[in-house]
């Protein structure tokens, strides 16, 4: 369930399963109901431990966001005001942990959502090598699912997503998650 990699001498865990929390889904959704036609977006707060990365805390796209009906654009600031609100809120528990946006038509990840997890995962601000990305894909039915990919080997992988009633996984100890305290939301 884990691969290991190194980053600066020291061995972290990959998750291969993104835990999100019903009210952090039931948010997106909401968002990206609101903003069709276009995309809409933002960031995942959360924790990792053992059993992967637990989000349980959606941020929108803020006040100053671009939403296209192929494109987004996150307001930075705005989410890195979130991140940084909920990490002193928590102390050692709550964190950026993924980016998230939405598809308005049943579609793979863009060569855009690659190229946007490249930056990521080279960024020394984000301190995340192996990012993690959210897609809230409006399906052919008309209901909204979430798909998880984590980016590595120079592409976008998805790995499990599930939604849970559970507002944590089971494991109250925070890890890393292929991150260090302080990473940054731009």
Same mark, same amino acid.
């Given at each position: 369930m884990w691969r290991l990699?190194?980053?600066?001498?020291?061995?972290?865990?990959?998750?291969?399963?993104? +835990? !999100?929390?019903?009210p952090a889904a039931a948010k997106m959704f909401r968002i990206a109901q609101r903003a069709l036609p276009?995309?809409?977006?933002g960031v995942l707060i959360g924790t990792c431990s053992e059993t992967g990365a637990l989000i349980?805390? +959606? !941020?929108?796209p803020g006040p100053k966001a671009l939403h296209g009906p192929t494109s987004f654009t996150r307001d930075g600031e705005y989410a890195q005001l979130h991140v940084e609100r909920h990490r002193r809120q928590s102390p050692g528990q709550l964190d950026y942990v993924a980016e998230w946006h939405s598809h308005p038509l049943p579609c793979a990840p863009s060569p855009t959502d690659s190229a946007s997890m490249r930056a990521i995962s080279r960024s020394p601000e984000y301190r995340r090598p192996i990012p993690l990305l959210v897609l809230c894909i409006l399906a052919s039915s008309g209901a909204w699912e979430l798909r998880g990919y984590t980016y590595r080997g120079r592409r976008l992988q998805e790995v499990a997503l599930v939604i849970t009633d559970a507002e944590t996984s089971g494991s109250e100890e925070a890890g890393h998650c292929n991150t260090e305290p302080g990473s940054r939301a731009e």
């Open positions: 990699f190194s980053m600066l001498g020291r061995k972290r865990a990959l998750p291969v399963q993104i +835990t !999100v929390t019903h276009n995309e809409s977006g349980s805390v +959606t !941020v929108g």
